[in-house]
């Protein structure tokens, strides 16, 4: 386990790439952003530096609409190698990263993001009502009950602070992440696929790494939680005028790629 002591000078200071300089505020979900987002993911996996260092910076941007981020407590849920984690530290925030996988955390310098604790998001080991706000970027489709995640970060979260929670949803084009588009035939049937095809399996095996989760039940979770209430819902990676699909039952599943709830906890 490791522990955040605010004392201690930043292990990674001066070796951070260009990609985690601090998010430009504000935010503002256009189209041309959308496609800048949408065509980076195509580096997902052969240039990660390039691909999270941008979804971190545009992320801790659009967080910052919703809660002041400069001395914040912040809790990365399934923070892995820290790239939100530098990204909301660069914007003035105090982050903690949560995961439970060691080696995941090391991924990127040899060493864990710095104050991060190894924990699951189904049992996060923080205290109730420890941190101002709670953070999750694409980790909840990787749990086997996703719900039980969404109530631990509310438990965690002070009374009026914010809960942001995204994932991607299981029918949207990216729903089987590296097995996508296969995975509309099934979601074992598209891992099957996969390993044929590589000659390995997918890092995110259906039913092992990866659960369909749709945005409905995310929509109910989020509108009958009782200590928490829905400030927004949203395609996270739309531009503004196209938010309205998530009205729409069953196209909202398709056309979303990812959902966006942002939740203030209950006084």
């Not at 001066?14 to 935010?27: C, D, I, N, S």
């Not at 809960?163 to 991607?168: N, P, Q």
């Not at 095996?205 to 929509?219: E, F, K, R, T």
Request: aromatic letters at 10%.
């Amino acid at each position: 386990m490791w522990c955040y002591d605010p004392a201690q000078p930043d292990p990674f200071a001066g070796r951070r790439g260009a990609a985690l300089e601090t998010p430009q505020a504000p935010f503002q979900a256009t189209l041309s952003r959308s496609v800048r987002l949408l065509g980076a993911f195509r580096k997902e996996q052969s240039d990660p530096d390039f691909f999270y260092g941008m979804l971190a910076r545009d992320t801790v941007a659009q967080l910052s609409a919703y809660t002041a981020l400069d001395g914040a407590l912040v809790a990365d849920i399934g923070g892995g190698p820290g790239y939100f984690t530098d990204v909301l530290r660069a914007a003035g925030a105090r982050p903690v990263c949560v995961d439970c996988d060691a080696g995941e955390m090391m991924a990127r310098q040899g060493a864990a993001p710095e104050g991060a604790v190894l924990g699951s998001a189904l049992d996060i080991p923080l205290a109730t009502g420890s941190v101002d706000v709670c953070f999750s970027s694409n980790v909840l489709e990787h749990v086997p009950d996703p719900w039980r995640m969404g109530d631990e970060m509310v438990r965690i979260t002070r009374p009026g602070g914010v809960i942001y929670l995204s994932f991607t949803n299981w029918l949207s084009p990216w729903g089987g992440h590296e097995t996508s588009p296969w995975h509309y035939l099934g979601g074992r049937r598209a891992a099957t696929r996969y390993t044929r095809r590589h000659g390995r399996p997918p890092k995110n095996l259906y039913g092992a790494g990866l659960y369909a989760v749709s945005i409905g039940d995310a929509l109910r979770w989020a509108r009958r939680q009782p200590d928490a209430e829905l400030l927004d819902a949203l395609p996270r990676y739309h531009p503004h005028w196209a938010t309205r699909v998530i009205r729409v039952p069953g196209l909202r599943e398709i056309v979303s790629w990812n959902l966006l709830l942002v939740l203030r906890r209950r006084r």
